[in-house]
Nanobody, 124 residues
Framework: QVQLVESGGGLVQAGGTLRLSCAAS????????MAWFRQAPGKEREFVAA????????SYADSVKGRFSISRDYAKKTVHLQMNSLTPEDTAVYSC?????????????????WGQGTQVTVSS
């Protein structure tokens, strides 16, 4: 079993920044991926970004490239999502996800564990 605990959501004005964190526990992180997805009201869940612990590779959705970045703290089993230049279109519940494989995917159904989600609201 893997537990994921997210933190860092909140309310910010357009153009502002937020940093989300996701801490994992319950197993080692070798050959695993941690990712962020988001779901806005009335919309489907969408991939935001992912990080592979084995390859150190990151991947991003086109909608956030250049604005969002992932960093990680291996000792604390934590990934951070730095979100800059936020727009109202970024408003959503952001959820951390985990898959016990080395390759990242953008398909939410391939992730086995999920955090509780954290609300991000960007006002115009």
């Amino acid at each position: 079993q893997v537990q994921l605990v997210e933190s860092g959501g909140g309310l910010v004005q357009a153009g502002g920044t937020l940093r989300l964190s996701c801490a994992a526990s319950g197993r080692t992180l070798s050959s695993t991926v941690m990712a962020w997805f988001r779901q806005a009201p009335g919309k489907e869940r969408e991939f935001v970004a992912a990080f592979s612990w084995s390859s150190d590779l990151t991947s991003y959705a086109d909608s956030v490239k250049g604005r969002f970045s992932i960093s990680r703290d291996y000792a604390k089993k934590t990934v951070h999502l730095q979100m800059n230049s936020l727009t109202p279109e970024d408003t959503a519940v952001y959820s951390c996800a985990f898959r016990p494989y080395s390759a990242a995917t953008t398909d939410a159904t391939t992730y086995n564990y999920w955090g509780q989600g954290t609300q991000v609201t960007v006002s115009s």
